[in-house]
């Protein structure tokens, strides 16, 4: 519900009138090797429809991190998910993860569920060579437009798309392998 009522107060930044299914949220579960996973990165919980899918994937010792702008939002995760933020599984960082770098050094995946195809091609492209930068095995892009993919495309030579009709509207999984050649400043 918290995500419904906060699309009306700020629907340019939430984007999308409801939240991820679970065909989405396993989809993207899917694409994650979790006995390697040891921290994955998290940006644009929304409510949390896909941090629910994946805690239990989790391996003893890893962890999710959470990079929410909206505060009412990271409200109710840090009411959802008390029981998970205190034994360390998860953590709920109030910010912008336009500004990556500041709280993230390293992540073995880095999910990406923010609206990029709304960013400035200047944002975006340096959004996406933060996320490269401290990624290590893949980059998972969540976005409801065809469009993503081509500017993923257009930053990245190895990006492979999952259509997921399961979910209102249908939505698209983006998967980028962190050895994928960079390609930013290759095409204007
Ligand atoms: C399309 S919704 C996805 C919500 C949820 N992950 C889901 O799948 O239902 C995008 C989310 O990104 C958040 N968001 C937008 N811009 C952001 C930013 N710069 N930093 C962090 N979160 C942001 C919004 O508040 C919203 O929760």
Redesign the pocket.
Same mark, same amino acid.
Request: proline fraction near 9%; charged fraction near 20%; avoid cysteine.
């Given at each position: 519900m918290s995500?419904l009522i906060?699309f009306f107060k700020?629907p340019i930044? @939430? /984007?999308?009138i409801?939240?991820?299914s679970k065909s989405?949220a396993k989809t993207i579960a899917e694409s994650i090797d979790f006995t390697i996973a040891e921290h994955i990165v998290? +940006?644009? /919980?929304?409510?949390g429809? @896909?941090t629910k899918i994946l805690l239990p994937y989790l391996k003893p010792d890893s962890k999710i991190t959470v @990079? =929410?702008?909206?505060k009412k939002?990271c409200n109710d995760l840090n009411k959802k998910f008390q029981n998970e933020i205190k034994i360390g599984k998860l953590e709920i960082i109030t910010?912008? /993860? +336009?500004e990556l770098r500041k709280y993230i050094t390293t992540a073995d995946y880095v999910i990406n =569920? +923010?609206?990029t195809t709304l960013l400035t091609k200047q944002k975006r492209e340096q959004f996406f060579t933060d996320i490269k930068a401290v990624t290590k095995y893949a980059c998972i892009q +969540?976005n409801h437009s065809p469009n993503a993919g081509k500017q993923l495309r257009e930053h990245f030579s190895d990006v492979k798309a999952k259509l997921v009709i399961l979910n209102f509207p249908p939505a698209y999984v983006y998967i980028v392998r962190s050895n994928a050649t960079y390609n930013s400043g290759a095409r204007t």
């Open positions: 995500h906060q700020h930044r @939430i /984007a999308s409801l939240p991820s989405v998290e +940006l644009g /919980a929304g409510d429809p @896909i @990079i =929410e702008i909206d939002l910010g912008n /993860a +336009l =569920e +923010l609206p +969540l």
